[in-house]
């Protein structure tokens, strides 16, 4: 499963660098986006690159990853996750500015206990989901990013009854639909302009 999905992903990889290859963008923008989230979670490396289609379409590739564990022993803390993702945002004013609605495809390996209690579950899943966000400029070269998403899919889990102990509780395939990008990140834009975004409108009342 995860080997099916990094086939794919490779070739929406290649895909967006052919697009961000400076003969082929002309006043589009290269984004690179790093979520604080997911830094919080046990220090979850991440990153995500971001290419526009057009004033309104902006697709992307995205992986996140942690080796750490906290602690020794049944009191040991695990989040532990490799994720691969793609992803496609429709901006309804332009692109990389403003509200935002997506829809994104991922392939999760993990393994996760004594947070909540002592039982542990590692596994790896594959789903399709969709979100929405906001992407606000606050620099010719940065933006604030907000999204929350979820997906859906199917995941093949192992369920142990402690993180060391290696007693095993379950095993088995079954659908999950959880929260996926919740974000509050920020975004650098590495290539492309911005000169051609056009101007918001405003209120204005004109006097007689």
């Not at 690179?32 to 290419?51: H, K, M, Q, R, Y």
């Not at 993702?85 to 997506?102: K, L």
């Not at 859906?152 to 102990?165: L, M």
Request: aromatic share 16%; with cysteine.
């Amino acid at each position: 499963m995860g080997r099916w999905f990094l086939r794919r992903i490779s070739f929406v990889l290649s895909w967006l660098l052919l697009l961000g290859s400076p003969g082929v963008v002309r006043g589009q923008n290269v984004v690179v986006t790093t979520n604080g989230i997911d830094w919080l979670d046990f220090g979850t490396v991440n990153a995500e690159l971001s290419v526009a289609v057009s004033k309104n379409l902006a697709v992307s590739v995205g992986g996140k990853y942690n080796p750490w564990h906290f602690g020794s022993g049944e009191s040991r803390l695990i989040d532990k996750s490799r994720m691969l993702y793609a992803a496609a945002r429709w901006y309804t004013w332009f692109v990389f500015d403003g509200f935002y609605w997506q829809g994104h495809a991922g392939w999760l390996e993990y393994a996760s206990g004594g947070i909540f209690g002592k039982e542990t579950e590692e596994g790896d899943a594959l789903g399709l989901g969709g979100g929405f966000g906001w992407s606000r400029m606050i620099s010719s070269r940065v933006n604030l990013e907000l999204g929350f998403g979820f997906w859906a899919g199917r995941k093949k889990y192992t369920e142990y009854k402690c993180p060391t102990c290696g007693r095993q509780v379950e095993h088995g395939t079954k659908f999950f639909i959880q929260p996926m990008n919740i974000v509050v990140g920020v975004s650098w834009v590495i290539g492309g302009s911005r000169k051609n975004r056009p101007a918001r409108r405003r209120n204005v009342q004109y006097n007689d």
